[in-house]
């Protein structure tokens, strides 16, 4: 089945390792997104590439960086995570160009912080 | 560890009644909506969406209504069942990007 797939489902980091969180498609979609879901709030936009060009949000701190080297992956670094970064991080595709606009999201990562 | 989160609005109803949840969404520019379903420890599911130039559309069991004058939308689930128990959240879409943002979300519980 086509799918959005993230790994690893749980991340433990310490305070400030870097840590890499992955994402794949198998759908072939050209838009992919990273959010972030703390707890009881609503996923907040990091970032999204539409094909290869990065999108950033104004208010994404530069510790959040992404790399999508291929269509079916993408990738969120967090270079020196700290406390207030642990969180679900979910990673969403969309097809441009169809009409609408369904995102389909991957099951998340949750990352925590010790 | 993670931040204290905020307290979700919750709706409680019996099963087989029917559902309001409600969304205020913040850009009177943006004209695509979309109503996601997340259960616990899963990502957002697709329910339905809504373009800008309708008030109303309908799916199975679920009908969403807009009202751009005072941007707010709302999610009808009818004959609401104990699998129906999750978060709902809206999401905007303002043109011309391709970015989506998420309203506060509902927890909606289903009593059998």
């Known amino acids: 089945d086509a799918m959005v797939i993230q790994n690893p489902r749980y991340q433990v980091t310490q305070f400030g390792k870097p840590v890499t969180l992955s994402c794949s498609q198998t759908?072939?979609?050209?838009?992919m997104y990273w959010y972030q879901q703390k707890s009881s709030q609503a996923p907040k936009l990091l970032f999204h590439?539409?094909?290869?060009?990065?999108?950033n949000e104004a208010d994404t701190p530069d510790n959040f960086q992404s790399r999508r080297p291929n269509t079916s992956f993408c990738f969120l670094d967090i270079r020196s995570p700290g406390l207030g970064d642990a969180a679900m991080y979910l990673c969403?595709?969309?097809?441009?160009?169809?009409?609408?606009?369904?995102?389909?999201f991957g099951p998340g990562t949750r990352l925590t912080v010790t | 560890g993670e931040s204290v989160g905020l307290h979700l609005p919750t709706l409680s109803v019996q099963e087989g009644d029917n559902s309001i949840i409600n969304c205020a969404y913040s850009?009177?520019?943006?004209?695509?909506f979309i109503w996601y379903k997340q259960e616990s420890g899963k990502g957002p599911q697709f329910i339905i969406d809504?373009?800008?130039?309708?008030d109303k559309r309908q799916g199975q069991r679920v009908t969403v209504l807009l009202n751009k004058t005072v941007k707010h939308l709302s999610l009808q689930i009818a004959a609401t069942q104990p699998g129906d128990s999750a978060v709902y959240f809206c999401?905007?879409?303002?043109?011309?990007?391709?970015?989506?943002?998420f309203g506060t979300g509902t927890s909606l519980t289903v009593i059998p």
């Open positions: 850009n009177s520019a943006s004209d695509y």
């Open positions: 590439y539409y094909d290869k060009d990065f999108n």
């Open positions: 969403a595709t969309s097809r441009e160009g169809t009409g609408t606009y369904e995102q389909y």
């Open positions: 809504i373009r800008s130039n309708m």
């Open positions: 999401a905007e879409n303002k043109p011309p990007g391709n970015q989506f943002y």
């Open positions: 759908l072939n979609h050209n838009v």
